[in-house]
Nanobody
Framework: QVQLVESGGGLVQPGGSLRLSCTAS????????MGWYRQAPGKERELVAR???????NYADSVKGRFTISRDNAKNTVYLQMNSLKPEDTAVYYC???????????????WGQGTQVTVPS
């Protein structure tokens, strides 16, 4: 089994910063892309940022220039540095990783449990 555990969420004032971390553990042979999604109350889950193992990155338009995704392959960890936070960034943030558990396995998406980020208006 594979587990993803996020940390770093919390309450921050507008204009502030937070850094989210997500570490994958368990039966892991290889990790391809990793990323962050978010879901605000009453809204659908949306992609925030994604990083491949090359690495290449892509971001939602709403966070470009404010958020930075990075990864440490040795630690199976992905980070999301969030700067200039706005009330509309308030959401539960979920980590996702594309994992192979052994050489013969297919790629599977695994999700973390989510971490709350709140930016009051």
């Amino acid at each position: 089994q594979v587990q993803l555990v996020e940390s770093g969420g919390g309450l921050v004032q507008p204009g502030g910063s937070l850094r989210l971390s997500c570490t994958a553990s368990g039966s892991i042979f290889s990790i391809n892309a990793m990323g962050w999604y978010r879901q605000a109350p009453g809204k659908e889950r949306e992609l925030v940022a994604r990083i491949s193992n090359v690495p290449t990155t892509n971001y939602a338009d709403s966070v470009k220039g404010r958020f930075t995704i990075s990864r440490d392959n040795a630690k199976n960890t992905v980070y999301l540095q969030m700067n200039s936070l706005k009330p509309e960034d308030t959401a539960v943030y979920y980590c996702v990783a594309d994992v192979r558990r052994d050489f013969s396995d297919y790629w599977h998406n695994y999700w973390g449990q989510g971490t709350q980020v709140t930016v009051p208006s």
